[in-house]
Structure formats: C-alpha cells, structure tokens
C-alpha cells in the first residue's frame, strides 16, 4: 500500500508551518516533533493514518509515503486535502 508523493517547492519556512498547522488543527504527531524526516502520525473518523515523511531542504522538496490508512479511505482524498493545505500554508508566508 505504499503511495509515495513528491511536493516541489517546500521552503523550510513552508514544512515549518505545514507542521504547526498538522499539529494544532488537525492533532498529527510527528516522530520526532522537530525531525526533517520521520512519521505524522493522525487519527480520522475511520482509523489512524501514518505517514512517513523525508524533507530535503537543498532541493526543496518534501517526499510523503503512506504507511497506513483505513481501508475505506481513499489515498487521492489524503494528497487533495494534503495539497489543500499545503496551498493554504503558502498563503501565509
């Protein structure tokens, strides 16, 4: 089930706020809270999802694979409401 996606563009100012966000509306937990790299760990109302995630700041892209989601929910709904708020994230820097 490993999905991998690659978001272009990711300043570090950007994955920092992408990260407050996840966290104070959403309830994600990053492994570890502060780490370029590790797992965002969130519940919704199916089950828990995990995602892994690799930021490289030098060419500014953030890779995200999906480790585990509930079966009924669909991966493309993940990556549209990721991008959303990735979109929405951009619009405050």
Same mark, same amino acid.
Do not use: C, M, N, S
């Given at each position: 089930m490993a999905v991998t996606r690659t978001f272009f563009g990711i300043p570090a100012g950007l994955l920092l706020r992408i990260k407050q966000v996840a966290r104070e509306e959403h309830?994600?937990?990053f492994? *570890? &809270?502060?780490?370029?790299?590790?797992?965002?760990?969130?519940?919704? &109302?199916?089950r828990e999802c995990i995602v892994r995630f690799v930021y490289d700041g030098a060419q500014a892209e953030l890779v995200m694979t999906?480790?585990?989601? *509930?079966?009924?929910? *669909?991966?493309?709904?993940l990556w549209t409401a990721f991008s959303a708020e990735l979109e929405r994230s951009r619009g405050f820097m």
């Open positions: 309830g994600i937990l492994d *570890p &809270p502060e780490g370029t790299q590790g797992t965002a760990t969130g519940r919704t &109302p199916l999906l480790v585990k989601k *509930p079966v009924l929910l *669909p991966a493309a709904f």
